[in-house]
């Protein structure tokens, strides 16, 4: 059930940033930027973060709809709810645990992380760079998990709901476009 009053019941992300566009056009390009804009993560790899990362949060919205980006993307059907179920024996690859560990006590324990952290990072293959664009990632989608949990937005895609093809497709500055907030902020 939403929150705020002026959304309708269910309330989608496109309802909210189109009741509130102020800043949603310059939002939105920003995670194209990081979602989308050919950087060291693949946008698997960020949606699978992102996805992560919501769930971490209890933000159904997301995790529902990145989860089933991640999917559509290559990600495996079930790799998300093993992570969160329990990180250390998900089915992911050897030089994603590091990876996903940092996100994960960036997300919970942000002022504990250290240089060993970094470290295993860097020693599972992962350059600097690859782990900015990752905590970018986390950052990210905790300020869009309370985005939509603040409103309660609370359509996401679920389990037998169809994801359409132009879904699939869709990039974040298209959503912008569609949406009539491309130029908005």
Known sequence: MPLFPSLPSPARLSDLLTRHPAHAG???MHVEAVMKAGAPLTAAQCEL???YVSGLNACAFCLGSHRIYAEALGVAPGLVEAL???PDTAPVAPEMRPLLAYVRKLNH???RLT???VRA????GWSE???YHAVQVCALFNLFNRLVEGAGVDFAYGDGDAMTEADRSSDYR???ERLGVAGQG
């Open 26 to 28: 310059p939002l939105l």
């Open 49 to 51: 973060i992102a996805a």
């Open 84 to 86: 969160l179920d329990n």
């Open 109 to 111: 324990l942000p002022s």
């Open 115 to 117: 240089r060993e952290d």
């Open 121 to 124: 990072v860097l020693d599972a």
């Open 129 to 131: 760079e690859a782990l």
């Open 174 to 176: 298209g959503f912008a």
